[in-house]
C-alpha cells in the first residue's frame, strides 16, 4: 500500500521560506508524478507544481514560479516542495499527491502540513 | 488556463436522494476528468478518474458521466457518509485546475 507521509507543521515570518517533504513508501517512487496541491484556510484546493523523479523535471503554476521550487531525491523516495518570499495569503495546509497511472489525478495524498505565516 | 465552473456550490440533501454535480470547463478536456472527496481535516480521496471509471473501493452509488466541456458526478443513494465537499479536476493541460468545491449538507 502506498503511503505519502509529510514533514510536521510549520511557523514562518513573512519574507521568509519553508520546506516541506514528503516521504513515500509501498510503491515505486521515481516513476509517478507527486504534485503538491494547497488549500488555504476554508477555501478550496490550488494545484501548485509537480514533478517526475526519474526524469527530474519539474511543471509549475504560473502564479507560482519563481517562488516555488519542486525537487525528488530518488535515493530517499522523498520529495520537496520549497515557497519563499512567505506572505500571509500562503497560510495554508500543504499537501502532496501522487499521480495515478493513467494521468495526472491524484490517488494518494500525504496528509497535509500546516504552514502558518505570521508575524 | 483551462477554468473550471462547479455548480452547485452548496446542495442541501436527505440521505437517500439522488444528487448530482456539475462541472463545466472553459474549453474541451476530452475526458482528462476526475472528482474528489474531502471531508473536514482530511486530504481529498479519489471517487472517480478519465470521468467516468470508478477508483478502486469506492461504492457504486458514485458514477461519473460527461466528456468535453460538461461533466457529472451523481451520487445515487445518499448516505450518511457522502455529507462532504467534493471537486472536480481536470489533467487535460498545464496547470492542473481544480473547480470550485460543492459541499454537500444535510438537509
Known amino acids: 500500500q502506498v503511503q505519502l507521509v509529510q514533514s510536521g507543521a510549520e511557523v514562518k515570518k513573512p519574507g521568509s521560506s519553508v520546506k516541506v517533504s514528503c516521504k513515500a513508501s509501498g510503491g515505486t517512487f521515481s516513476s509517478y508524478a507527486i504534485s503538491w496541491v494547497r488549500q488555504a484556510p476554508g477555501q478550496g484546493l490550488e494545484w501548485m507544481g509537480r514533478?517526475?523523479?526519474?526524469?527530474?523535471?519539474?511543471n509549475y503554476a504560473q502564479k507560482f514560479q519563481g517562488r516555488v521550487t519542486i525537487t525528488a531525491d530518488k535515493s530517499t523516495s522523498t520529495a520537496y516542495m520549497e515557497l519563499s518570499s512567505l506572505r500571509s495569503e500562503d497560510t495554508a495546509v500543504y499537501y502532496c499527491?501522487?499521480?495515478?497511472?493513467?494521468?495526472?489525478?491524484?490517488?494518494?495524498w500525504g496528509q497535509g502540513t500546516l504552514v502558518t505565516v505570521s508575524s | 488556463v483551462i477554468w473550471m465552473t462547479q455548480s452547485p456550490s452548496l446542495l442541501s440533501a436527505s440521505t437517500g436522494d439522488r444528487v448530482t454535480i456539475s462541472c463545466r470547463m472553459s474549453?474541451?478536456?476530452?475526458?482528462?476528468l476526475a472528482w474528489y472527496q474531502q471531508k473536514p481535516g482530511k486530504a481529498p480521496e479519489l471517487l472517480i478518474y478519465?470521468?467516468?471509471t470508478l477508483q478502486s473501493g469506492v461504492p457504486s452509488r458514485f458514477s461519473g458521466s460527461g466528456s468535453g466541456t460538461d461533466f457529472t458526478l451523481t451520487i445515487s443513494c445518499l448516505q450518511s457518509e457522502d455529507f462532504a465537499t467534493y471537486y472536480c479536476?481536470?489533467?487535460?493541460?498545464?496547470?492542473?485546475?481544480f473547480g470550485q468545491g460543492t459541499k454537500v449538507e444535510i438537509k
Open positions: 478519465a470521468a467516468s
Open positions: 474549453q474541451g478536456i476530452s475526458s482528462y
Open positions: 514533478i517526475i523523479p526519474i526524469l527530474g523535471i519539474a
Open positions: 499527491a501522487r499521480a495515478g497511472d493513467g494521468g495526472d489525478y491524484f490517488d494518494y
Open positions: 479536476q481536470q489533467y487535460y493541460s498545464f496547470p492542473r485546475t
